[in-house]
């Protein structure tokens, strides 16, 4: 049995919006830790160190610098050892080719930044109890694709 | 007269809980204190009794039963869901109760309290995961897929996908679909 808080990674080069995602978590009610990194090379520098502790769920930006979203995606489906992990792209952006795009790459969750702070909470909130359910009910996680 | 006595509660309990398995007839082995492990299968009834025995101790099993009250609704879900065409036109909440022999107001509590999502969510999350490995893994138009799970129309599945899962079923078709493809090229 897995610990019973759900563990959130976020990798986002925009300061505000780190600072939204920690606060919307904080005042959730649900158990949770979250971890922030501030690009996508400090990101997988760390989980790529053998002893990490992988998330649940990482929250991925698609536009960063030196290393973008869809990069770390790519990178992180190549690795067995992150299987296991969902993967939400959190981004600016709606169009419909970076939408298929990341899915047909192996993202689970799509969420467009939303630009109130309720609506992040819920968004937020709905991501983390999906994930749970297919966790705790046998899903199979091959067909786990949510767009918020 | 006075006297003074020692006890030695591990062995008491132990002693208890020995004595009483033995009467019953039922096989087990004690892990570590208070935990034990039957080794076959106990009928209810069995359990009923050691449980009521225990109790004139003050020994009382615990065990979180909303938990397993939760698990027992989702089993029955999942079954439902699966075999949607045996249960033709029975309401979801009296079907639930007349399984599992609560009201279907005190059942739906509980698995709300438990799981943060309602027994309605589950049931159309589980209809949608159904729907989606049919379509995945059958050659089943929609429609069929629609008249499989009961729903009343094609529309109906549509729209509920939609809500669900924010994408269409034919989007979530088309990724799968390309997701494939990339993975055996990779290969």
Redesign the interface.
């Known amino acids: 049995m897995r610990e019973d808080y759900t563990y959130v990674v976020l990798a986002d080069d925009d300061e505000d919006d780190r600072l939204f995602f920690t606060e919307a978590f904080e005042e959730l009610k ?1 158990k949770t830790k979250v971890d922030i990194y501030k690009d996508g090379v400090d990101l997988m520098n760390a989980l790529n160190q053998s002893d990490s502790v992988l998330p649940n769920i990482l929250f991925l930006d698609l536009n960063m610098p030196m290393k973008s979203g869809l990069e770390c995606l790519k990178e992180i489906k ?1 690795n067995q050892r992150f299987k296991d992990i969902a993967i939400a792209i959190y981004s600016t952006s709606a169009s419909e080719e970076d939408i ?1 795009d990341t ?4 993202a689970n969750i ?1 969420i467009k930044k939303p630009n109130n702070f309720n609506n992040l909470k819920k968004i937020l909130s709905d991501v983390v ?2 994930n ?2 297919y966790h ?2 046998g ?2 996680k ?2 786990f ?4 | 007269m006075k006297i003074f006595i020692k006890f030695d509660f591990t062995r008491i309990c132990t002693k208890v809980i020995d004595e009483k398995l033995m009467e019953l007839g039922i096989k087990y082995r004690m892990l570590n204190f208070g935990e034990i492990e039957f080794l076959e299968e106990v009928p209810a009834d069995k359990l009923e009794a050691f449980d009521a025995i225990l109790k004139e101790y003050g020994v009382e099993k615990i065990e979180n039963q909303k938990v397993i009250l939760v698990q027992k609704i ?1 089993d029955t879900i ?1 079954d439902m869901v699966l075999n949607a065409n045996d249960n033709i036109n029975v309401k979801s909440s009296v079907y639930l109760s007349e399984k599992l022999g609560h009201s279907y107001g005190y059942l739906s509590n509980v698995f709300s309290e438990v ?3 309602s027994v309605e969510n ?1 049931i159309i ?2 209809r949608i ?1 159904h729907a ?2 049919l379509m ?1 893994n059958t050659d089943l138009s929609l429609t069929e897929i629609a008249y499989r799970l009961q729903y009343s129309s094609v529309a109906h599945l549509s729209t509920q996908f939609k809500n669900t ?3 269409t079923p034919t ?2 078709q ?3 679909t ?2 494939r493809e ?1 993975n055996t090229n ?1 290969t």
């Open positions: 649900m190549d298929e899915f047909v790459n192996g799509y109890t999906m749970w359910q705790t009910s899903l199979n091959d067909n694709l949510l767009r918020l | 989702k999942i799981t943060y999502t589950f999350l589980q995961e989606k490995s995945i899962t924010g994408i989007t979530f088309r990724i799968i390309k997701r990339l990779k």
